[in-house]
């Protein structure tokens, strides 16, 4: 079993969304004890996804209606075995603040082989969400087999 972190700024927008994406696409193999969450840079305790965000994803089947957003602090990267992050600033704010941890922060991009920020749709429309909405799901199908392969790596 393996427990993968996925971090964003406020934790109602983006992570969530690629949580649900992710723990979707690992049951669908098979792994139904992999863990997966999500937490904020700079969240604000119990808050949930933000409207857009869980209406496209109860048009992808998924519910995120019960997401209720985490501060990210050490003891979610000590549970972690990969953190993904959205953007290059939360990778590395995360590396600053918790040296010990810096061999398993990733950008979420990375996953896919390249290395580029995914745009916060927060305060914007619905396009902006749906645009989102399908990076998320293009990187985690192109980059399942990738976050898979590291986690079972780090989870040693």
Known sequence: MAHILIVCTANICRSPVAAALLRDRLQRRGLNDWVVRSAGTW???????SQYSLELMAQQGLDIS????????????KEADLVLCME?????????????AVDKIFL?????????S??????R?????ES?????????????????????????
């Open 125 to 129: 429309s619905r396009d902006a969400y």
């Open 66 to 77: 019960g997401h209720q957003a985490e501060m990210i602090d050490r003891r979610h990267l």
């Open 43 to 49: 969240a604000q305790e119990k808050r949930g996804a």
């Open 132 to 156: 989102m909405v399908a990076e998320l799901v293009k990187l985690t199908d192109a980059g399942l087999d990738e976050i898979i392969s590291r986690a079972q790596q780090l989870a040693v």
């Open 108 to 116: 979420m991009s990375e996953m896919m082989g390249r290395k580029y």
């Open 88 to 100: 290059a600033g939360h990778a590395e704010a995360l590396r600053v603040e918790f040296p010990w």
């Open 118 to 123: 995914i745009s916060d749709p927060y305060g």
